[in-house]
């Protein structure tokens, strides 16, 4: 069948040397520390810490509680991660949240988390951070006025395929493509905090005086505030999504998590203050693009060091959107969620070729068809929708069964918070300001359930299926894989 449960150990007899050898397939262990920790700094430092601090502030209504909004989005993000690195030592199995929901709740939860990620949220994330990346990468050939639509898009979409390419031939180059780009963005990040300390310290304070006055206090523009925030943190959880590519899982994944976020909040606090000592609240509330204007303010003639580093900053971040989102289409496949093809991988150069080719045609489809101005809320409110399930998953497991071996315990008060933030999160948004495209959201998810009893419950698949699996299974030179578990 195109769509079954994939085995996880090998046959006790093959017929032939070629399918032994397909059935031990698997993909490498070549991510170390070094590079899970640019995986997640790399992923969550995207175009968020360029465009999202003049909404943080214009939702909270002053610079004070804003960097406290930055600061709590932080806490949050790391408490998340902490969670996920327990998971991740008790189910040490690629997927993230899908794997988790899959052995926790069952099939059905973890079909309708896998269809909305492969459909929708996730190519809608990778395709947003292409958009903002050329935006930024053809503004210099358009000075004084914006630039056309069609070459944007023709740009983010060159970008993807650019992408496809990289992650298809080599793990190690996809890693070692996150790893330059993270220290490059690391650097021009450290430009902006050190431009703003000499501000600081030349007396440039006026934002920071009367901070918290006109703070906003409603429930709806808080939560609109951290769905801001946290989508620049978005990428704390990517490492999950890649568990059996790591080398030692079991000590790489909490370590590179407790290097990674902790130093991602420090500098997105200093950025924050470096903007406000270089602008006023209302100068940085009316800028379009908030780096370029602190680069114009500070840096003079050097001000396209920002544009060119923004630039870089969104194509790593979308290198580790795409690394791990791939990784979802492939692990849902291999579980039998997917059209079986999904699950296969290159022969030779042992990438998960056929996921990542799908995620990059469903990213080109949301860039020619899409307008992304309200990605960030509704990307958000689907994101904790299922980050609020794992996380009561993880409770489940503490609380009914801590017998299960695992070499990382987080408190169990660091995932209850997590949850009420969740659920917060969720809830926020639809009391204060309700919203149909909320609705849309909702229906599309539950969608799902028309393809899931067919064609996962009841296996009901059309023979032809097989036949197009086996001609794409040679053109592509894939076959299947096991897991890099024990």
Known sequence: STMRKRKT??????????????????????????????????????????????????????????????????????????????LGTIIK????????????????PAFLFAYTSVILVRPAGLAAVCLSFAEY??????????????????????CILLLTIINCLNVRLATSVMNIFTAAKLLALLVIVVGGLVLLAKGQTQSFQNGFQG????????????????????????????????????VTLPRAVMIAIPLVTCLYLLVNVSYLAAMTPSELLSSGAVAVTWGDKVLGSWAWLISLSV????????????????????????????PDILSMAHVQRLTPSPALMFTSVMSLIMIISGNFTSIVNFFSFIAWLFYGMTISGLL??????????????????????VLMAAVYLVLAPIIDQPQIEILYIIAFIFSGIILYFPLVRFKCHPHFLQTITLHLQLFLEVAPTTKNTN
Not at 12 to 38: A, D, F, N
Not at 93 to 108: C, D, T, V
Not at 311 to 332: E, H, K, M, P, W
Not at 396 to 417: A, D, F, M, N, T
Request: hydrophobic fraction near 40%.
């Open 215 to 250: 703070t906003s206090v409603g429930v709806g523009a808080v939560g609109v505030a951290f769905y801001q925030g946290l989508w620049s943190y978005d990428g704390w959880n990517n490492l999950n999504y890649v568990t059996e590519e790591l080398k030692k899982p079991e």
């Open 9 to 86: 150990t090998d046959p006790p007899h093959s017929s032939t040397g070629l399918s032994e050898g397909k059935e031990k397939l698997r993909l490498k262990q070549e991510v170390g520390l070094i590079s899970g920790v640019s995986l997640i700094a790399g992923t969550m430092i995207g175009s968020g810490i360029f465009m999202s601090p003049e909404w943080v502030l214009h939702h909270m209504g002053n610079p004070a509680s804003s960097l406290l909004i930055w600061a709590a989005c932080g806490l949050l993000a790391m408490f998340g991660a902490l969670s996920y690195a327990e």
């Open 396 to 417: 489940y497991l503490k609380i009914k069964k801590p017998e299960l071996p695992r070499s990382y315990k987080v408190p169990i008060i660091i995932p209850i918070i």
């Open 137 to 158: 990468a053809v503004a210099p050939f358009y000075p004084g006025c914006s630039s056309p639509q069609v070459v944007v898009k023709c740009t983010a979409a060159a």
């Open 93 to 108: 199995e690629s997927g993230g949240e899908y794997i988790y929901i899959l052995r926790i709740f069952g099939s059905f």
């Open 311 to 338: 630039a870089l900053s969104t194509f790593g971040s979308s290198n580790g959107t795409f690394f791990s989102g791939g990784r979802v289409c492939y692990i849902a496949a291999r579980e039998g969620h997917m």
